[in-house]
């Protein structure tokens, strides 16, 4: 009977250190999941970026090819950042107002730089020559404050872990 007394007193506060240790594994598996958690978050707002970069790409592609006749006004003009929430100027979408090829180019422009601004944080597009390629027309769409024609150079696209860019190429 000695022997049970001595055996139950040696066996107290085990159960409450059990406890302990179990909440701290909890602990360290609930913060593992929630960094978890929150790098799927950054990594799909950045699959979303992209999806958004290549749709605004297509759009200038497809807007170029309807007005071959302003390819080097595309390619030439000064692109400027749009500005989120503000319309651009002008309109070459009303029936009633006929709209040059030039104006059409000055509103794609407008209204792709629009477009950049408002489906991208700090977006901007552009399209130009492609520097490793003087056989294609590079369009190229960037965001977080990512300057775009520094996204590629005479060697390629320059494309890293933590590139902002999507360049799209258009065979002339």
Request: aromatic residues 10%; without cysteine; negative net charge.
């Given at each position: 009977m000695i022997n049970q007394l001595s055996y139950r007193a040696s066996q107290r506060g085990?159960?409450?250190?059990?406890?302990?240790i179990a909440l701290l594994v909890?602990?360290?598996g609930v913060l593992?999941?929630?960094?978890l958690q929150m790098t799927a978050l950054s990594k799909s707002d950045e699959a979303n970026y992209r999806a958004a970069a290549v749709l605004i790409a297509q759009d200038a592609i497809?807007?170029?090819?309807?007005?071959?006749?302003?390819?080097?006004?595309?390619?030439t003009n000064g692109?400027?950042?749009?500005?989120?929430g503000a319309t651009p100027n002008g309109s070459c979408i009303n029936p009633d107002e006929a709209c040059s090829s030039a104006q059409m180019a000055a509103w794609d422009i407008a209204q792709l730089s629009w477009q950049a601004a408002n489906l991208l944080p700090a977006g901007r597009v552009m399209a130009s020559d492609c520097e490793f390629n003087n056989q294609l027309v590079c369009v190229i769409v960037s965001w977080d404050e990512?300057?775009?024609?520094?996204c590629m150079d005479n060697n390629g696209l320059l494309v890293d872990e933590d590139s902002r860019c999507f360049v799209m190429e258009i065979a002339r």
């Open positions: 085990v159960g409450m250190l059990e406890v302990l909890l602990a360290v593992g999941f929630a960094g497809e807007r170029f090819e309807l007005n071959p006749s302003e390819r080097n006004t595309y390619l692109w400027t950042a749009g500005t989120a990512q300057d775009p024609a520094a």
